[in-house]
């Protein structure tokens, strides 16, 4: 597969597919809100994050690194195709974000031999990840402050990235390893939830179902 993968492109030409009238009626999902972010399944949000990056005039270029799904966004200033800023998301999963994921962009920075990290959560981040942070040239943008960055953005260009981050499902989280819609599962023995692959047996990949709105 080609590792590298032009989301903001398909992120702006489903914008454009957007106007047409959606096949079947769902519920309104209002404007952007913190409910709203945190609903949103998390490769869902990696496209908004890009996509919101590219518009407030940043040149971005995907990649994905490897079987994780984890997704390098390699951000551009203006006028500059080197790289300055390694970014990744973190959507929201019913915790705060701890210093792990902060940890992990830190060593994809050194190994693609950039200077600057973001990384972009739906939801809040602990102290100890702001710690971390603060010491490695890395910015945190939490839930409230990526809403601000949504909120700053021209009127028909939000109102864009909204409908975009709210067509078809975007709840169910996708498998990182397929590319496909999850299924919802039960553990046979405590019959706890989960999310599982469609593709199950050939790929055993699982999110917990703490990932679910
Ligand atoms: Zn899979």
């Known amino acids: 597969m080609n590792p590298v993968l032009q989301i903001v492109a398909s992120a702006l030409a489903a914008i454009k597919r957007s106007a047409a009238p959606a096949s079947r009626p769902k519920p309104d999902p209002g404007p952007w809100s913190p409910a709203l972010l945190k609903q949103l399944e998390w490769r869902r949000f990696e496209e908004l994050c890009a996509a919101c990056l590219e518009i407030e005039g940043y040149a971005v270029r995907v990649a994905r690194t490897g079987a994780d799904g984890v997704v390098d966004i390699h951000m551009c200033e203006a006028g500059s195709d080197q790289p300055s800023t390694l970014v990744q998301c973190k959507a929201w999963d019913a915790y705060r974000v701890g210093v792990e994921p902060v940890r992990r962009l830190r060593a994809a920075m050194a190994a693609s031999r950039i ?11 602990t102290p100890e990840a ?3 942070a603060g010491k490695q040239s890395i910015r945190l943008v939490d839930g409230s402050a990526f809403l601000a960055r949504l909120a700053a953005l021209p009127p ?4 864009a990235l909204l409908k975009f981050a709210t067509q078809g499902d975007y709840l ?9 819609k999850m299924v919802s599962r039960k553990s046979t023995r405590q019959g706890r939830k989960f999310w599982g692959c469609r593709n199950y047996p050939q790929c055993k990949q699982t999110l917990p179902a703490l990932m679910t709105p």
Do not use: E, H, I, N
């Open 115 to 125: 200077g600057k990290g973001m990384l972009v959560s739906s939801g809040r981040f």
């Open 130 to 132: 702001a710690d971390y």
């Open 156 to 159: 028909d260009k939000s109102l």
């Open 172 to 180: 169910t989280p996708t498998c990182p390893a397929c590319s496909v």
